[in-house]
């Protein structure tokens, strides 16, 4: 399988973007858009970014719909994450140093992107077997959603460190990325529920 983002879905990108930034885009004009299981994932994840991922969610899905979609959201939420430790660690400043220079912030930040990438090609893997049909869709998806929903948590906590004590306060926006990526890892029975259908799958 290979895959890669057409001219098209990087347009519905960065719509996307702008458009959830400032409350547009429900989930019923999503649905009325009529848009392929591909084309919507690049929704979720800016979704996801947007901290809109809760409205766009769908319980009413098939199962590897749900988790492809929360995988996807997780993606988001992480690359925000990581977004936000970046802009603090390039303008904090402690002992007259940006505190990015400090590998105690810096090798934070490099997991952040590591992990968020690993998770991005999982979950658009499982967006991708999703819309086709794939015979391997139960398993991309439960791969996605349990790899991304831990990344996403790992992010956030790892953003919160690099914020120090702002990174803690209800003031801060990470907060709520962080709640909203404890509650997509929990959902269908944390991580290790969709490892122990994987496990079954490659012991077969």
């Known amino acids: 399988m290979q895959f890669a983002f057409t001219e098209e879905q990087e ?6 973007a702008e458009a959830l930034q ?7 004009e999503i649905a009325a858009a009529e848009l392929s299981f ?4 690049v929704l979720f994840e800016e979704g996801g970014r947007a901290n809109v991922g809760e409205s766009l969610f769908d319980e009413s899905r098939p199962e590897n719909e749900q988790l492809a979609t929360l995988a996807l959201e997780a993606v988001g939420i992480g690359k925000k994450a990581l977004e936000l430790a970046l802009e603090h660690a390039k303008e904090r400043e402690q002992f007259g140093r940006k505190i990015g220079v400090y590998q105690a912030v810096s090798h934070q930040c490099a997991d952040m992107f ?3 990438e690993l998770a991005r090609s999982l979950a658009y893997w499982a967006a ?3 819309a086709e049909d794939d015979g391997q ?3 991309a998806a439960a791969a996605a959603k349990a790899y991304a929903s831990d990344a996403a948590v790992a992010a956030c906590e790892r953003s919160i460190q690099v914020h120090g004590g702002i990174g803690f306060t209800w003031e801060h926006v990470l907060h709520e990325y962080y709640k909203r990526a404890l509650w997509i ?3 269908g029975g944390y991580p290790r529920a969709q490892r122990v259908k994987i496990a079954a799958w490659l012991l077969d």
Do not use: F, H, K, S
Request: aromatic letters at 10%.
């Open 11 to 16: 347009l519905l990108r960065r719509e996307a």
């Open 22 to 28: 400032n409350g547009g885009w429900n989930r019923e």
């Open 38 to 41: 591909l084309d919507q994932a």
């Open 114 to 116: 590591v992990e968020t």
């Open 128 to 130: 991708w077997c999703v």
């Open 137 to 139: 869709a139960p398993i």
């Open 185 to 187: 890892q929990a959902y």
